[in-house]
């Protein structure tokens, strides 16, 4: 019994794997990309970035910050038991839950839970530096633990993965 009870206090139980959201274009054949970077203290959009040029390096494609591709990025995290919808533009009212489109679930607390659940969303757009050309976009969002760094980089690694194989 003591086994089965460390078993379930051991890590983070709160994951989900990282779905995309939606993706368009493709940047399959860049040789290396500008992160753009604001933050520099330990903030959440710092602590992506370099998830994000961990994912770009290891499919080979290093952080040059003169590079022609720059990718810019949106990292945000949410109680994840709270639904995100958006207003459905075909719907005839849309004060009501028909009027609603659900982008993310509500996320049901579990029984062996042993963190504050949160929902990790990030937008990754790369553009051409000369023409300003949106090269590709991905939206996607992950669940874990408030601080758990894994999220977060599957998250990054993710959205790298669809950005270099996109078909489209």
Do not use: W
């Amino acid at each position: 019994m003591a086994l089965f009870a460390s078993t379930l206090t051991a890590g983070c139980t709160v994951h989900s794997e990282p779905s995309i959201q939606g993706s368009t274009g493709n940047a399959a054949g860049m040789r290396d990309v500008a992160i753009l970077e604001t933050a520099t203290d330990q903030s959440l959009r710092t602590a992506f970035a370099e998830h994000l040029k961990i994912a770009f390096r290891a499919r080979g494609v290093p952080a040059d910050s003169k590079a022609e591709i720059m990718g810019d990025f949106a990292v945000s995290t949410m109680p994840a038991d709270m639904s995100i919808a958006t207003s459905n533009p075909d719907a005839p009212d849309s004060s009501t839950s028909a009027g609603l489109i659900v982008q993310s679930a509500q996320r049901q607390e579990r029984l062996f839970d042993n963190c504050e659940a949160v929902r990790y969303r990030a937008t990754l757009v790369l553009f051409n530096r000369s023409s300003g050309e949106r090269v590709h976009r991905a939206a996607g969002e992950s669940q874990g633990c408030v601080d758990d760094p894994v999220p977060l980089n599957e998250l990054a690694d993710l959205l790298v993965r669809d950005a270099l194989l996109a078909p489209n």
